[in-house]
């Protein structure tokens, strides 16, 4: 797939070289809560989900983009889920690296995905998941209109108990 370009970033796909950043993503602790990990992936299941990473979306309803730097640096991982052609929508999902937060990756990344996903993609209404915790991404989310549609009360079990999960959702113009 050729780079969706933007704003001090581009998305592009998963590629071999990925798995040291993969590896470190999907085994931080901190971020299991978000995909309901509870045990760390070894490098074959990594190297192995690389490799098939490249089912387009139509076919597999996920694909992964991985947010590079003007270094071509990986800085994060954006995905679009539970892709549903025939309503036109599909969930998306954000992390960005801990030692990368706070420099606008993040905003970047989803402004690039939304235009690629209603423009080209012609979906017409993203929802995203935020813990009612994470303030950071509630505001990133609100920033882009996406519109609080309702709250799963107790939805996700973390260390301190169970949690509310904000459901937001963005509908093309």
Known sequence: ????S?????????????IDFLFRIEND?????LSDTVVP????SLINYISNAQQPLQEVGQYRYVIC???D????????????????????GLIIAPDQQKKGY?????ACLISYAFDRLKIKMLVANVLINNTVSISLFEKFN???IGVKKKHILSENGYIDQILFQLKAD
Do not use: C
Request: avoid cysteine; charge should be negative; hydrophobic fraction near 40%.
């Open 1 to 4: 797939m050729k780079p969706i």
């Open 6 to 18: 933007g704003n001090h970033i581009y998305l592009r796909s998963l590629e071999a070289e990925d």
């Open 29 to 33: 602790e901190r971020f299991w809560i």
């Open 41 to 44: 992936f070894s490098r074959e």
């Open 69 to 71: 730097n003007d270094n």
């Open 73 to 92: 640096q990986p800085v994060g991982l954006i995905d679009l889920f539970e892709y549903d052609a025939t309503l036109h929508k599909a969930g998306i």
């Open 106 to 110: 993040g905003s970047s990344a989803l």
């Open 146 to 148: 996406f519109e609080k």
